[in-house]
């Protein structure tokens, strides 16, 4: 069974800091892992990492995948207050099922 | 582009009574679309995928019988709550994939968030 562990739970930072997501997994036959930010409602899509593409950046965002140790990591930089959300993490499987972490809760203040 | 929406966007029912919930992709066509629950604090749980024209298939531990998924056509998919009770109180979000899109590229919808009292 896919299994997806985010770290932290949650962090509180100020704005301008950076802040690094962690995501570790264990899966049988791996094929994507994906970045969700959830504000109050619908997760919104960020990264997809794969085997031949395991570093992605946007703006301020960035994620890499290490295949061998099996993790992902999401970093922010000059976190701003509108960064303050869950940030989700999944693995994509077979039938385009999701299994998501338990998310990290960010909170960026003024 | 890419918009899901979900209605309603909450609900409150009594208990025993069923509550439909419907997902629309407004400008794409999704042949699969997936239902998902959410606690207060927790992460998003699937609960069944939802294949336009078929059967939809239900995630270990989810009653089909309680939770009926119908998917009728390429942009709508409905998750009829059966018999409902506080415990089925939550959060409940759909996706959908874009057919001609990435294959794991998901869109969700706002979410419902349905309380049985």
């Known amino acids: 069974e896919d299994k997806v562990v985010q770290s932290p739970l949650s962090l509180v930072v100020h704005e301008g800091d950076t802040v690094t997501l962690n995501c570790s997994y264990e899966?049988?036959?791996?094929?994507?892992l994906l970045w969700y930010k959830q504000e109050k409602k619908a997760p919104t899509f960020l990264f997809m990492l794969?085997?031949?593409?395991i570093e992605k950046k946007s703006g301020r965002l960035s994620s890499i995948l290490d295949k061998k140790e099996l993790f992902s990591i999401l970093n922010i930089t000059a976190t701003q207050t509108g960064d303050s959300a869950i940030y989700l993490c999944?693995?994509?499987?077979?039938?385009?099922?999701?299994?998501f972490g338990g998310g990290t809760r960010v909170l960026v203040k003024p | 582009g890419a918009v899901v929406s979900q209605h309603p966007s909450w609900v409150i029912c009594k208990s025993g009574t069923s509550v439909k919930i419907e997902c629309r992709s407004l400008?794409?066509?999704?042949?699969?679309m997936f239902w998902y629950r959410q606690f207060p604090k927790q992460s998003l749980m699937l609960m069944a995928t939802?294949?336009?024209?078929?059967?939809?298939?239900?995630e270990q531990g989810v009653e089909k019988d309680k939770f009926l998924i119908n998917h009728a056509s390429l942009t709508l998919s409905t998750l009829t709550v059966t018999s409902a009770h506080p415990e089925d109180s939550s959060f409940y979000i759909c996706?959908?994939?874009?057919?001609?899109?990435?294959?794991?590229?998901?869109?969700f919808g706002p979410g419902t968030r349905l309380t049985v009292t």
């Open positions: 996706s959908a994939r874009d057919s001609t899109g990435a294959a794991y590229e998901q869109y």
């Open positions: 899966v049988t036959n791996f094929r994507s």
């Open positions: 794969t085997s031949s593409g």
């Open positions: 999944a693995l994509g499987a077979a039938g385009n099922k999701l299994t």
């Open positions: 400008d794409f066509q999704a042949t699969t």
């Open positions: 939802s294949n336009e024209g078929s059967k939809a298939t239900y």
